[in-house]
C-alpha cells in the first residue's frame, strides 16, 4: 500500500490543522493507521494511532484532549484532527500502516509509511 500525508503548514499557536493520509494499492480498510512525528535534532514518536474499522484509537500523553484521529475507508484516508496546537508540536508528521485488528503504538511494527508533510506552529 502507498500511503500520502498531506495538510500541514504553518500556524500560530493555539490554531488547528487537519492533516490527511491518504491511502492506494490495497484494500486500506484491513489496515491499522498511525500517525507519527519528528522534531528536529529528536526521535520519530508515536502520536495518534487507529483500528481498521474505527473502533479502537490510541493517543500520546502530550496530545490527548488536544488532537483527533479518525478515518473513512470509502475514501481510504485517515486524518489527524489537530487543535490547541503550541510551537512543541512542530515536526514533520508521517502516516504508517500494517495489517492488523489492534492498536499498534510502535513505529517499527509498521511496514508502510508515507513521506511526511511538516506542521509548524509559531509562538
Known amino acids: 500500500v502507498q500511503l500520502q500525508a498531506f495538510g500541514g503548514g504553518l500556524v500560530q499557536a493555539g490554531g488547528s490543522l487537519r492533516l490527511s493520509c491518504a491511502a492506494s494499492?490495497?484494500?486500506?480498510?484491513?489496515?491499522?493507521t498511525g500517525w507519527f512525528r519528528q522534531a528536529p535534532g529528536k526521535e520519530r514518536e508515536f502520536v495518534a494511532a487507529?483500528?481498521?474499522?474505527?473502533?479502537?484509537?490510541s493517543y500520546a500523553d502530550s496530545v490527548k484532549g488536544r488532537f483527533t484521529i479518525s478515518r473513512d475507508n470509502a475514501k481510504n484516508t485517515v486524518y489527524l484532527q489537530m487543535n490547541s496546537l503550541k510551537p512543541e508540536d512542530t515536526a514533520v508528521y508521517y502516516c504508517?500502516?500494517?495489517?492488523?485488528?489492534?492498536?499498534?503504538?510502535?513505529?517499527?511494527?509498521?511496514?508502510?509509511w508515507g513521506q511526511g508533510t511538516l506542521v509548524t506552529v509559531s509562538s
Open positions: 494499492g490495497r484494500t486500506f480498510s484491513s489496515y491499522t
Open positions: 487507529i483500528t481498521w474499522n474505527g473502533g479502537n484509537t
Open positions: 504508517a500502516a500494517r495489517q492488523s485488528i489492534v492498536v499498534v503504538t510502535f513505529a517499527a511494527h509498521y511496514r508502510y
